[in-house]
């Protein structure tokens, strides 16, 4: 079936939506703020932490990119007032990057600032290559006023080693994935070996130099050797947590949260549900299997 998979995720722009809504339904939390936050609030009665991600990127309209900002501080507001365990995390193209960095920067501190006020804390989402460098350097500037602010780091780029040792200062908190956007072979690896041991490389790093990480993997071979630098360090569970996406491997996420470890849920939600969809399915044939199956139906 893996060849077939292969060929169904290469044609999931000619899929109708609603095929593809089914098989994504157990991904995304839904397209409102009360569905996400009732998802997050069932997964905190677990012992499960959340982060929230209003869906949406690359925008190219200012004003766009401002009634993003808004959403994310009533999407806030709500956590606070629910009391739930969960942060945000948010893509700076769809607050403006590419539009306007310094407005970018401006709202992002702002929001950084709020979440501040409500004892909360921003995650800062990377994106493609082309934008690595703009939010390293956004980032960097919301450290100098801000401690609630972490960045997502992704292991298959080859600039990342430089990247961690340029932000070391800092001691910043990561999230590490392995990294999901089609790049080149000149600026990430395409070899799994290669983008596994550099993952493990990176995190030990960032865990020797202090950084509380995200351990951002469904993989358990990673799963493994990041217990492993765990045990190694003797680092106690409020220096990292475990982070999935929702819907992935429950029985893993599980295994972690059973064994005495943090466990984060990253929880995409918003009306433009469909081009997260497709990324997320391109990267797993297997589950682009599904919408066959789904579509048989």
């Known amino acids: 079936m893996g060849h077939l998979d292969r060929i169904i995720a290469a044609t999931l722009p000619f899929v109708p939506k609603p095929i593809v809504r089914r098989v994504a339904g157990r991904?995304?939390?839904g397209e409102t703020v009360d569905e996400a936050l009732?998802?997050?609030?069932?997964?905190?009665?677990?012992?499960?932490?959340?982060?929230?991600?209003?869906?949406?990127?690359?925008?190219?309209?200012?004003?766009?990119?401002g009634r993003a900002v808004n959403d994310y501080q009533q999407?806030?507001?709500?956590?606070?007032?629910?009391k739930l365990d969960a942060n945000v995390s948010i893509k700076l193209t769809q607050l403006g990057l590419k539009v306007d960095a310094r407005t970018c920067l401006e709202?992002?501190?702002?929001?950084?600032?709020?979440?501040?006020?409500?004892?909360?804390?921003?995650?800062?989402?990377m994106e493609d290559s082309s934008c690595t460098t703009g939010t390293l350097e956004i980032?960097?500037?919301?450290?100098?006023?801000?401690?609630?602010?972490?960045?997502?780091?992704?292991?298959?780029?080859?600039?990342?080693?430089?990247?961690?040792?340029?932000?070391?200062?800092?001691?910043?908190?990561?999230?590490?994935?392995?990294?999901?956007?089609?790049?080149?072979?000149?600026?990430?690896?395409?070899?799994?070996r290669a983008i596994?041991?550099?993952?493990?490389?990176?995190?030990?790093?960032?865990?020797?130099?202090?950084?509380?990480?995200?351990?951002?993997t469904h993989d358990e071979l990673i799963v493994w050797e990041a217990l492993r630098l765990i045990r190694d360090l003797k680092?106690?569970?409020s220096a990292y947590e475990f982070q999935m996406l929702l819907g992935v491997d429950e029985q893993l996420r599980n295994i972690i949260l059973e064994a005495g470890h943090n466990l984060r849920v990253y929880i995409p939600f918003g009306r433009d549900w469909y081009a997260y969809s497709v990324r997320r399915l391109r990267e797993n044939p297997r589950l682009a299997g599904y919408v066959l199956r789904a579509m048989l139906k």
Not at 38 to 65: F, K, P
Not at 75 to 82: D, Q, T
Not at 115 to 125: Q, S, T, Y
């Open 235 to 237: 680092l106690p569970p």
């Open 196 to 216: 596994n041991r550099n993952y493990v490389y990176v995190l030990e790093k960032l865990l020797r130099n202090g950084s509380y990480v995200g351990i951002a």
């Open 75 to 82: 999407l806030l507001e709500e956590i606070h007032r629910r």
């Open 27 to 29: 991904y995304i939390a």
């Open 38 to 65: 009732t998802v997050a609030a069932e997964l905190n009665r677990r012992g499960i932490r959340a982060t929230l991600d209003i869906l949406g990127e690359d925008t190219h309209n200012i004003d766009q990119a």
């Open 139 to 192: 980032y960097r500037s919301l450290r100098r006023e801000h401690s609630n602010v972490g960045v997502v780091i992704q292991a298959y780029l080859r600039r990342t080693v430089d990247d961690v040792v340029g932000l070391e200062d800092l001691r910043p908190n990561y999230r590490l994935c392995k990294g999901v956007y089609t790049e080149p072979r000149e600026i990430a690896y395409h070899d799994m």
């Open 107 to 125: 709202w992002t501190s702002a929001l950084v600032r709020r979440a501040k006020e409500l004892n909360n804390f921003v995650r800062i989402d």
